[in-house]
C-alpha cells in the first residue's frame, strides 16, 4: 500500500504484498481513496450545483437575504468532505483560497457594473479574476504550509479541492455581496 505524505510516497507493505492504492494518512489510519476521486468529485459538485442554483433563484432578488444566504450554501460542500473522511482543516487553504479570490472577484465585478453596467461586470470579473489568483495563490500556499508544518495532511484530491475551493468561494462572495448590499446600501 502506499501513503502519500507531503514529501514523498513510502511504500506500507501489507500481509503478503504491497497493495498500489493511495490514501491519505490520518491519525486514525487509511482513508479510501475511492471516496475522494474523481466519481465521487464531480457527483458531489454536480449535485451541490444544483442545489445552489435552485437556492439562489428563489432569493436572487431579495439584496439583504442574498449575502446570507450564499454565505451559508458555502458550508453545503463540506458535507461531502466528512463522509469522505476529510477534515474541514485539511481544505483550508482551498477555503481561504476561494473565499480570497471569489470574494475579490465579487468586488471587481460590482465596481465594473458602476462603471459600464453589464458589460463592466463581465470585464471587471474576468481581470478581477486573473488578478485575485495571483493573491488568493499566495495565501492558498502559505495556509497549506502552516498545515503541513502542524501535521495536518492537506494531501490534494479531486473531491478535498474541488469541494474545498467552492465552499470558500460561495463563503467569499456571499460575505462580498452581504456587505455592498446590506451595510453599505449599494443598489442593483
Given at each position: 500500500?502506499?501513503?502519500r505524505?507531503s514529501?514523498?510516497?513510502?511504500?506500507?507493505?501489507?500481509?503478503?504484498?504491497?497493495?498500489r492504492i493511495?490514501g491519505?494518512?490520518?491519525?486514525s489510519?487509511l482513508?479510501?481513496m475511492?471516496?475522494?476521486g474523481?466519481?465521487p468529485?464531480?457527483?458531489?459538485?454536480?449535485?451541490?450545483s444544483?442545489v445552489?442554483?435552485?437556492?439562489v433563484?428563489?432569493?436572487?432578488y431579495?439584496?439583504k437575504l442574498i449575502?446570507?444566504?450564499i454565505i451559508l450554501?458555502?458550508?453545503?460542500?463540506?458535507?461531502?468532505?466528512?463522509?469522505?473522511?476529510?477534515t474541514?482543516?485539511?481544505?483550508?487553504?482551498d477555503?481561504?483560497?476561494?473565499?480570497?479570490d471569489?470574494?475579490?472577484?465579487?468586488?471587481?465585478a460590482l465596481v465594473g457594473?458602476?462603471?459600464?453596467?453589464v458589460?463592466?461586470?463581465?470585464i471587471?470579473?474576468?481581470v478581477?479574476?486573473?488578478?485575485?489568483?495571483g493573491?488568493?495563490g499566495?495565501?492558498?500556499?502559505k495556509i497549506?504550509?502552516?498545515l503541513?508544518?502542524?501535521?495536518?495532511?492537506e494531501?490534494?484530491?479531486?473531491l478535498?479541492s474541488?469541494m474545498?475551493k467552492m465552499?470558500?468561494?460561495?463563503?467569499?462572495?456571499?460575505?462580498v455581496?452581504?456587505i455592498?448590499?446590506?451595510?453599505?446600501g449599494?443598489?442593483?
Amino acid at each position: 500500500m502506499y501513503i502519500r505524505t507531503s514529501s514523498d510516497i513510502m511504500p506500507i507493505w501489507g500481509i503478503n504484498e504491497p497493495v498500489r492504492i493511495y490514501g491519505v494518512m490520518r491519525n486514525s489510519g487509511l482513508i479510501n481513496m475511492k471516496k475522494q476521486g474523481i466519481v465521487p468529485a464531480l457527483t458531489s459538485v454536480i449535485i451541490i450545483s444544483i442545489v445552489i442554483i435552485s437556492v439562489v433563484s428563489f432569493v436572487i432578488y431579495n439584496v439583504k437575504l442574498i449575502g446570507p444566504v450564499i454565505i451559508l450554501l458555502g458550508f453545503i460542500p463540506w458535507i461531502p468532505l466528512r463522509i469522505s473522511g476529510r477534515t474541514i482543516k485539511s481544505v483550508g487553504a482551498d477555503i481561504v483560497f476561494g473565499a480570497i479570490d471569489t470574494g475579490i472577484l465579487g468586488i471587481a465585478a460590482l465596481v465594473g457594473a458602476s462603471f459600464a453596467g453589464v458589460l463592466g461586470a463581465i470585464i471587471g470579473g474576468a481581470v478581477g479574476d486573473s488578478i485575485t489568483d495571483g493573491f488568493a495563490g499566495l495565501f492558498e500556499g502559505k495556509i497549506a504550509e502552516h498545515l503541513r508544518k502542524h501535521g495536518i495532511e492537506e494531501a490534494r484530491t479531486p473531491l478535498s479541492s474541488s469541494m474545498g475551493k467552492m465552499s470558500g468561494c460561495l463563503i467569499g462572495v456571499g460575505i462580498v455581496l452581504g456587505i455592498a448590499w446590506s451595510i453599505l446600501g449599494i443598489s442593483i
